[in-house]
């Protein structure tokens, strides 16, 4: 297996890096290199992941005729790169968080200009993700999810002034199977939403949770009404152990679980083994100064989680030798990654 994970990782860091910036005499060398070892080998590049400056044009496209998703995370993308991207792959799919200034403008009940009208239909198709700011208008954001019934990811920033209403139009016009909440504070709509039962949670695969400060009701809630769930990303939230306790009552299919310092450091040994244990298939672990973890959690992931394959640990306790053992006694793992503090 690791063989074919270095060349996956490979590929994936080649077709990222080929777009990364084509302005730049020296990357282009690489780039050219990059992109004659790939044909050489008629290796298919299915996705691309664009970072930084990113000029899409017809001689790039030229060379992936296989492409079906473009990630444009934090890049922007002119009206020309989207025709162009439309016209050479028509089933192409932008994802999150790519996300058109007149489906933005709709929702918060800006004015638009004639063309953002005319194309807003097109525009609704391209991405399988929704942003929503903080402020939404309602009937703006209606007619994007009339106009959107694929979409499949909620980011939500903030989000302080989101109604009970806009909510519920969401969850239960939508097959919802991501969500990713950034800054939610235990008093706004979204965090009480999300706290109770909702059969629009059902197919919920993914979430991502950061800065949230009614973690144990929001979790518990969530764990419930989400027996589909395949990743958990959690960062910077204020919850205990009750949490991964009623995750591994409910869950048993995680493959992907990112622990990152929750604000109250109240996740124990106790907490993080149930979650594990339960999670048979779990494929990569990452902790990041979670302080009341220990040895017992490695010692756990030897006896029960023989699937796992990626295992990073950020400003963790543990000791040298039983990270060792992982490394000697899980059969199927591929990299224990460690970064101590000085």
């Keep these: 297996s690791q063989p074919s994970y270095s060349l996956f990782h490979g590929i994936q860091w080649i077709s990222s890096y ?21 044909n050489q080998r008629s290796i298919q590049i299915l996705n691309i992941t664009c970072h ?3 000029i899409i044009n017809k001689k790039l496209l030229s060379q992936f005729p296989s492409l079906r998703t473009v990630n444009t ?13 439309d016209e050479t792959y028509p089933n192409i799919k932008f994802v999150y968080p790519f996300q058109r200034d007149a489906i933005f403008n709709t929702m918060s009940g800006n004015e638009l ?17 929704l942003y929503l700011p903080n402020n939404t208008n309602p009937e703006g954001l209606r007619k994007i999810v009339s106009l959107s019934p694929h979409i499949k990811d909620l980011l939500f920033d903030t989000c302080q002034s989101i109604t009970n209403d806009e909510l519920n139009l969401l969850f239960n016009s939508l097959t919802i199977r991501k ?31 950061r800065h949230v400060f009614k973690g144990d009701e929001v979790l518990s809630n969530l764990a419930k009404c989400c027996p589909k769930l395949q990743h958990l990303k959690l960062s910077n939230i204020t919850m205990t152990d009750k949490s991964l306790m009623e995750i591994s ?49 490695l010692q ?8 796992l394959r990626h295992l990073i640990l950020n400003y963790m306790n543990f000791s040298t030798k039983e990270i060792e053992n992982v490394s000697k006694n899980i059969p199927r793992i591929v990299d224990v990654i460690e970064k101590r503090r000085n």
């Excluded at 995370?73 to 991207?85: A, G, K, M, P």
């Excluded at 756990?300 to 699937?307: A, C, D, M, P, R």
């Design 73 to 85: 995370r934090n890049i922007e993308v002119t009206d020309y790169s989207i025709r162009l991207l």
């Design 179 to 209: 969500i990713d909440v950034d800054d939610m504070n235990d008093t706004s709509t979204l965090s009480v939403y999300l706290a109770k039962p909702n059969i629009g949670f059902n197919n919920i695969t993914t979430i991502t949770l």
């Design 52 to 54: 930084g400056e990113c």
């Design 18 to 38: 080929y777009i990364h910036d084509l302005s730049a005499k020296k990357c282009n060398i690489l780039h050219n290199r990059a992109l004659k070892w790939v």
């Design 300 to 307: 756990s992931l030897i006896e029960n989680n023989h699937e």
């Design 113 to 129: 200009n004639q063309y953002d009208v005319d194309n807003l239909p097109n525009f609704c198709k391209l991405s399988d993700a």
């Design 249 to 297: 009552d409910h869950c048993k299919y995680i493959k992907t679980i990112q622990l990152s310092h929750n604000d109250n450091n109240e996740i124990t040994d106790e907490g993080l083994i149930a979650i594990t244990k339960a999670n048979k298939r779990l494929r990569r672990l990452e902790l990041t100064s979670l302080s009341k973890i220990t040895d017992k959690t």
